[in-house]
């Protein structure tokens, strides 16, 4: 099969939200995904209060938590080409029941910590091939216009999963104790996988086998032409740089507590300063697939990412709660060009290279966004959270002006190649 670059949708028309759900087999993935992202949260909520119960200590309950975010940075890289080697339906099928076995064993009492880290580790690292099987198989479902519509949705239901997950899995996990939220967990994983396996049509898989076929062997070698494919390629890898700004716009939320104390607020302004920037990325998607014809998107990706950058220079000033929501909105806002990169990136990426793209892309924002986050929580201590928020909206800016050049190139001479798998 082939894919266009995505200034060359499959139709020239844009997109309406009814037509994107009048797609069945993308109504079911995207249910699926519902289910499993508030089971997800559900799960986190569970073992953080099963690991404080049983050992009473804030360090290895955090150790814990943070388990849950480290495996894709292996995964992604490692386990992305999954979705490429074999058919997508079956390996999402697949780590879904995966999930449902392992999370169940969770829910065993007298586990080892060290036996219950390792179990969830395994749990979220089966997030990697399921994810990049997902994004992938979109493409395929979605070939058009819609698919920009589909990622404002999975974004708004991430952000809605999360609120929804944290508020009613500490309700749930009180009511009913956490091993029986497991159990509920590993319930949604079960449900995720036969809405996948009877809502999506079987393909087969999308890329070559191996040396016979002219395919890369091993592990190494499917990693090497993932990456050659991915910033070999200069239109894919101005937008996935451009996605990985990410990396510096997140510090706000990683620092909303500091901040809020520094401003003498306490858990309503932490709320506050959460809550404001998804609700300006919510807004800025719907503005910009609702207004913004599909050939005119692309040309918004450099304004889009400054404003995503600058308004967090106001920082520096010190301004009042008010002003400074009005900032974290302004930067949600512009985040909308995430959706526009993503689009762009898995439409232009040949369809046998898609699951180990989306794979490099994703490890490759999360650890840099660990590793930005820890930076600058390391900056905070020394100077002050608003200092650290403004200089990472600093640095962003920076490093989006070489980028400006050849994101303004995507609008000249939109890709014209044909992939072929």
Do not use: K
């Amino acid at each position: 099969m082939s894919t266009r670059a995505f200034a060359r949708p499959g139709s020239p028309e844009q997109a309406s939200w009814s037509a994107l759900f009048a797609s069945a087999e993308w109504r079911a993935l995207w249910l699926a995904q519902a289910i499993s992202l508030l089971g997800d949260q559900l799960a986190r909520v569970a073992i953080a209060w099963l690991v404080f119960r049983d050992t009473g200590s804030a360090l290895l309950t955090a150790t814990v938590y943070a388990v849950t975010y480290l495996p894709w940075v292996v995964g992604g890289p490692l386990l992305g080409s999954f979705a490429d080697r074999y058919p997508r339906r079956t390996v999402m099928v697949t780590c879904s029941l995966l999930s449902a076995g392992l999370v169940a064993v969770l829910v065993f009492p007298g586990l080892p910590l060290p036996l219950l880290c390792a179990l969830l580790f395994l749990v979220v690292l089966l997030e990697s091939p399921f994810q990049s099987a997902r994004a992938a198989l979109l493409v395929d479902v979605l070939p058009d216009d819609r698919y920009v519509l589909a990622s404002a949705a999975g974004n708004v239901t991430g952000q809605a999963a999360q609120l929804l997950g944290f508020a009613g899995g500490g309700v749930l996990v009180a009511a009913i104790g956490p091993r029986q939220a497991l159990l509920v967990d590993a319930g949604t994983f079960l449900l995720s996988a036969v809405l996948v396996r009877f809502g999506s049509r079987a393909r087969p898989a999308a890329a070559r086998g191996g040396a016979a076929e002219g395919g890369p062997v091993g592990w190494a070698g499917r990693l090497r032409a993932g990456l050659r494919v991915v910033f070999g390629t200069p239109r894919l890898r101005t937008l996935v740089l451009l996605s990985w700004l990410a990396t510096f716009t997140v510090v706000p939320e990683g620092l909303a507590a500091p901040y809020a104390a520094a401003l003498g607020g306490g858990a309503a302004t932490l709320g506050l300063l959460l809550a404001a920037e998804p609700a300006g990325a919510v807004v800025g998607a719907l503005l910009l697939t609702r207004l913004v014809p599909p050939a005119g998107r692309i040309r918004l990706l450099v304004p889009l990412a400054a404003l995503t950058s600058a308004p967090l220079l106001g920082y520096a000033v010190h301004p009042p709660l008010p002003v400074v929501l009005g900032i974290l909105v302004l930067s949600g806002l512009g985040s909308a060009y995430q959706l526009v990169a993503n689009a762009a990136f898995m439409q232009a990426v040949p369809a046998g290279s898609r699951g180990q793209a989306f794979g490099l892309a994703a490890a490759g924002l999360v650890a840099g966004q660990g590793l930005g986050l820890a930076a600058a929580g390391a900056v905070a201590d020394v100077v002050s959270p608003a200092y650290a928020i403004a200089g990472a909206g600093l640095l962003a800016l920076l490093l989006l002006v070489p980028l400006a050049a050849s994101a303004r190139a995507l609008t000249v001479e939109p890709s014209t190649a044909d992939h072929s798998s």
